[in-house]
C-alpha cells in the first residue's frame, strides 16, 4: 500500500520564480495538508484541502496557494519565490476523525 | 508565536537508556497530542499520541505522560537504541477531527550512543 507520494523530491528556483509541488495522499485517504519544515524546526502548517476546497489556512501569504482534484491529489503553488521559502515541504494525508496524518518525504526547495 | 513549546532541543543517551523530551502548550482548545519521529531525508512518522481524557499511554518502549492541568505533556523512550536516533517532534490540534492542523513543537534531537 503506498503512501503520501511527493514530487520532485528536489527543486532549485531562482527567486522570483514560481513553483509547483505535487503530492498524491495515501490510499483511502481524502484530506491532504501542506507545511513547511524550515531547516532545524518543526514543520508549519500551511493549508488543508477537504472536498477540493481550502478548509484551512496558518500564518501564510497569499503568495502560497492550492488545489486539490477529484482523485484527492493536490499541489502546492508559491509565487514570487523568496530566499526565505527556502525549506521542506511536506505533504499530509488523513481521514477527518482518523486520528492522525501519514507525511510524505517531502520536497526540498531551495530558492537562490 | 510559539504555541507548543519543546525541550530538550538535542540529548544524548547511552544505549539501554531512558530518553525523556518535554512538550508545553498554551491552548486550552488542543485535543489530540501526538508525537513524531523524523529521520533525516523522511517526512515524520507518527510515533504515539494521546487524548486528554488520559494520563498515560504506553505503546511497546514508547509513553507518552499527560498533566493537564499543567498543559504539560511528554515522550519517555524506555531501552533507547541507536536506531532510535531520529528527530522527535511533539504536536498538538484542536478539539474536533484529528484531522485538524496540528500546531508542532521545535523538535528534540535524540542520539543514541552504543
Known amino acids: 500500500d503506498a503512501g503520501v507520494t511527493q514530487s520532485p523530491t528536489h527543486l532549485i528556483k531562482t527567486r522570483g520564480q514560481q513553483v509547483t509541488l505535487r503530492c498524491s495522499p495515501k490510499?483511502?485517504?481524502?484530506?491532504v495538508s501542506w507545511y513547511q519544515q524550515a531547516l532545524g524546526q518543526g514543520p508549519q502548517f500551511i493549508f488543508q484541502?477537504?472536498?477540493?476546497?481550502?478548509?484551512q489556512r496558518g500564518n501564510f501569504p497569499d503568495r502560497f496557494s492550492g488545489h486539490q482534484f477529484p482523485n484527492y491529489s493536490s499541489e502546492l503553488n508559491v509565487n514570487a519565490l523568496l530566499l526565505g521559502d527556502s525549506a521542506l515541504y511536506l505533504c499530509?494525508?488523513?481521514?477527518?476523525?482518523?486520528?492522525?496524518?501519514?507525511f510524505g518525504s517531502g520536497t526540498r526547495l531551495t530558492v537562490v | 508565536q510559539q504555541q507548543v513549546k519543546q525541550s530538550p532541543q538535542s540529548l544524548i543517551v547511552q544505549k539501554g537508556g531512558i530518553s525523556i523530551i518535554n512538550c508545553a502548550y498554551e491552548?486550552?482548545?488542543?485535543?489530540?497530542f501526538p508525537w513524531y519521529q523524523q529521520f533525516p531525508g523522511k517526512g515524520p512518522a507518527l510515533l504515539i499520541a494521546?487524548?486528554?481524557?488520559?494520563s498515560e499511554k504506553k505503546e511497546g518502549r514508547f509513553t507518552i505522560s499527560f498533566n493537564k492541568s499543567a498543559k504539560q505533556f511528554s515522550l519517555h523512550i524506555m531501552d533507547s537504541q541507536p536506531g532510535d536516533s531520529a528527530t522527535y517532534f511533539c504536536?498538538?490540534?484542536?478539539?474536533?477531527?484529528?484531522?485538524?492542523?496540528?500546531?508542532f513543537g521545535g523538535g528534540t534531537r535524540v542520539l543514541v550512543k552504543p
Open positions: 499530509a494525508s488523513s481521514i477527518p476523525g482518523s486520528g492522525g496524518y501519514t
Open positions: 490510499s483511502g485517504h481524502d484530506t
Open positions: 484541502y477537504y472536498e477540493e476546497e481550502e478548509r
Open positions: 491552548n486550552t482548545a488542543f485535543d489530540y
Open positions: 494521546i487524548r486528554p481524557d488520559v
Open positions: 504536536a498538538a490540534s484542536p478539539r474536533g477531527a484529528a484531522g485538524n492542523k496540528l500546531t
